[in-house]
């Protein structure tokens, strides 16, 4: 079975920095990209960003964080990265990580969670004012 297990999330105050992790764990697959998408309370999940080696390396970012948030990836260690930077109390949410197959037969789009095959459990973040 696939897992993605995120890691990283906290309490900090707005203008602090985090980062958040998110690695594999269980049965091993080939990925072609993995996205950071976020659920604050009372609202509908978003993108946030995405990172896709297809090819040339290829990142995306929703414009509420593009500047602050940059996504990466650490190949030798199996990991995503979102670095948070400047964050602001409206960043407030469960962050989660999802990964798409290489084999996928989804559409992909990398801001909509169909693009995705797994996904993990969440890690909350909480910005104080």
């Known amino acids: 079975q696939v897992q993605l297990v995120e890691s990283g999330g906290g309490l900090v105050q707005a203008g602090d920095s985090l980062r958040l992790r998110c690695a594999p764990s269980?049965?091993?697959?080939?990925?072609?990209?993995m996205g950071w998408f976020r659920q604050a309370p009372g609202k509908e999940r978003e993108f946030v960003g995405a990172?896709?080696?297809?090819?040339?390396?290829?990142?995306y970012y929703a414009p509420s964080v593009k500047g602050r948030f940059t996504v990466s990836r650490d190949k030798a260690r199996n990991t995503l990265y979102l670095q948070m930077n400047g964050v602001k109390p409206e960043d407030t949410a469960v962050y989660y990580c999802?990964?798409?197959?290489?084999?996928?037969?989804?559409?992909?789009?990398?801001?909509?969670?169909?693009?995705?095959?797994?996904w993990g459990r969440g890690t909350q973040v909480t910005v104080s004012s």
């Open positions: 990172f896709r080696w297809v090819g040339d390396v290829e990142t």
């Open positions: 999802a990964a798409r197959s290489t084999y996928s037969s989804r559409t992909w789009t990398y801001n909509t969670e169909s693009a995705y095959d797994y």
């Open positions: 269980g049965r091993t697959f080939s990925r072609s990209a």
